[in-house]
């Protein structure tokens, strides 16, 4: 990597860039404040009469299909239309994936709008959007990297994106490079909407320019040390969620490389 | 009661239930994060396209009419009828019943659907669902108590199911036995979401099995003591609902026992 | 001023307003938890069917166009001619007002409802409602407060209400006075819904009668001094939001007395 996390946290906390959520309403707030916290900002539109005008005005959109609904499609649909042809970075969530047919179709359907510059979920996700099927609870930690490593090429193949997949180790990767990032904390599992806000925070990142992976890692790896940080005040998920958004506004590009575990290789 | 609440949590934290919410915007991350930290999976769908399909994953569903609109009461409808077919427990919270015209008829179109496992509110929800006229502001406990089992007696007696009743004592019956609980603290009415939660609670309860009068008397003591340990570290609002979020995760079925303050008898 | 902020405060926390919120997804558990911190009630109702119910029941009404659609504009527009009609006061917040072509448009269709009796919003929304445009970013505070002062005017002059404006110096007018607060903290502007709770804290105050320019400075004056005790116990923003809470909660009139930086003068 020619940029470290270190570089694009900077390059973050200078810009400021406006992220535009259509996202679900489970964790609109935590999102907004994990966005504000960080250093940048957040916007929540939805209105097909708008979105085109706030697609425009952002750095990077976020589609997220955590509670849907036809009108929520439509405007996502046309805001990924937009961004695409505005060049902005798309980073879609694909929520549930697997789940119910219906978030099946409608992830044909956006993936059919545009190409997302990162797709990022969990490891059930992405191997149910790769069309792989089987859990993988139970499996640990380095077969279940090996499996997130075989869904995210699947998927990098079929769509030609960045593909980031949270887990007990994040994997974040491209056609030419994959990234395993180790940090994080159990406890993260147990608080609603840090996968959500792991997508607006890579979001933010992306838009700030240069490498697409390059910003999904340092996504990955900020969203890691963040909760490592507030582990290490609390492993209980209520004390856990305020300390996360303390660590994300008390991250430093200097404590990010000191703490950041990130194994790359070229691939 | 064959079981204590300490064998329901125990079966709760085994099982790790799915709850299916289709609940009101302003509690949707509160109760996510509350179903989460007790050892519950939250999730939250409301599309006719998908809700049957979540039903049918779910161990149970909570339908709270907190913020209604129309495209939600069908989702609503279509839900209930397909967890009554599938035989899975649905948990009614009535949220401002009695409070617009508008609410009330979507409760009779609700209980028209299916029969509810639990119907779990407040005082004032349950004694206007029954039927009830007058406020129990400023009637002291005991008289409330009194007032909410007559409520919950009438509206066991027109739909057969469990009725369960927050107040300074929280009143659970079914045809054959009332428990009163007098767990909790009153700082829990000044936090929103705190009955929303009780309703999902409910649900994780009931999804386990067994008798949905032990079930719903588990959820509303784990709710009660949860909130006096909370109280302990804090009574101020913002304080106490983190704390709160603790408690569920710290709650044991040795604590859940040793704190429970249960009147129980057959009527 | 007749009135004090304390005897504002002493007001609401005697009569327990319920404040009819349509708002913003993202913000809505934030300020029902700020409501009820303070002493209030929230209700949060948008469906056709109920609204004009509701607004009949609460004592205010906020209108927050924070996360628009055009069903929800249907309801705000009921909501604000029924309000009207019944005499309730009504707090609109223009959020995002200038960023898109559609917030615009609804601002207008809004103000052509019913006259706010107080239009809330920040300084740069205040002054795109206006009609005056350039940011305010990076102009220090006391150019920023002249800024406020003339933009506020010209919509008082327009719609007749009072205006407030929050900003590092906060600022309230009706045709006759103006009034600058100096509470708060900077950390409040990383934390998300501050803005949209300053409005449904303006709607408590509002409830109880009187003047409601006192009503409105004395909400604002109640939001940055609650700010400041909060920012004493951490000016990290997950930590802040809580504690600021907290402080809804504990703050009393005596405190908001010792505590309040009000400049008042005619105009």
Redesign the interface.
């Known amino acids: 990597m020619k940029n470290s996390p270190q570089a694009a946290l900077t390059t973050l906390r200078a810009t400021r860039p406006l992220v535009h959520n259509i996202t679900?309403?489970?964790?609109?707030?935590?999102t907004?404040?994990a966005l504000?916290?960080l250093g940048a900002s957040?916007?929540?539109?939805?209105?097909a009469?708008?979105v085109d005008?706030?697609v425009a005005?952002s750095g990077a959109l976020v589609i997220n299909i955590?509670?849907?609904?036809?009108?929520w499609v439509s405007a996502m649909q046309q805001a990924m239309q937009t961004a695409a042809r505005l060049g902005k970075p798309i980073i879609l969530d694909p929520v549930?994936a697997g789940?119910?047919?219906?978030?099946n179709q409608v992830l044909v359907q956006l993936l059919a709008q545009a190409t997302p510059t990162v797709i990022r979920g969990n490891a059930s996700e992405i191997r149910a959007l790769a069309g792989l099927t089987g859990s993988t609870r139970g499996v640990d930690s380095t077969d279940s990297s090996l499996q997130s490593i075989e869904a995210a090429r699947i998927l990098h193949d079929r769509h030609g994106c960045v593909v980031s997949v949270s887990g007990a180790v994040d994997v974040v990767l491209d056609g030419k490079q994959v990234a395993l990032i180790e940090n994080g904390h159990s406890v993260m599992?147990?608080?609603?909407?840090m996968g959500c806000s792991a997508s607006s925070v890579a979001a933010a990142f992306c838009a700030g320019g240069g490498s697409m992976f390059e910003a999904a890692v340092a996504a990955a790896t900020t969203m890691g040390v963040c909760g490592e940080m507030a582990a290490e005040r609390?492993t209980?998920?209520?004390?856990f969620?305020?300390?996360?958004?303390?660590a994300?506004?008390?991250i430093s590009p200097e404590l990010l490389t000191e703490k950041a575990k990130i194994a790359w290789q070229e691939i």
Chains 1, 2, 3 share one sequence.
């Open positions: 679900n309403y489970v964790v609109m707030n935590f907004a404040n504000l916290a957040p916007v929540m539109a939805h209105a009469e708008e005008e706030m005005l955590g509670t849907l609904s036809t009108p549930g789940a119910t047919s219906f978030r599992s147990q608080v609603t909407g609390s209980l998920p209520g004390s969620q305020i300390h996360f958004l303390d994300l506004a008390e």
